[in-house]
């Protein structure tokens, strides 16, 4: 599965601590490699459905999938991800 960010997940990304951003990137990594299969990976319901959830120690990663290709829409903190 491709994984892809857009200039504005990019840039939230970067305003990441460091230790924070390292188990982001080794978790959509494995996305990368497992798909949808990974242990980490819940599909959303209500308001989010068509959305995955992927964790990432203190962040998720919130996704959609179309043609095998994974695109970020929202990278937060678990506290803040989904208030609108």
């Known amino acids: 599965m491709k ?5 504005k997940m990019i840039a939230l990304y970067d305003k990441i601590q460091e230790p924070h951003q ?5 978790k959509m990594d494995l996305l990368a490699v497992h798909g949808l299969h990974l242990n980490a ?7 989010y459905t068509g959305r995955y959830r992927l964790r990432a120690g ?3 990663v919130i996704f959609c999938v179309e043609n095998d290709t994974a695109t970020v829409v929202a990278i937060k903190h ?6 609108n």
């Open 78 to 83: 678990r506290k803040d991800v989904y208030e």
């Open 41 to 47: 990976v819940k599909a959303l319901t209500g308001n």
């Open 58 to 60: 203190q962040y998720r």
């Open 3 to 7: 994984v892809e960010m857009s200039a």
């Open 22 to 26: 390292s188990k982001i990137r080794k």
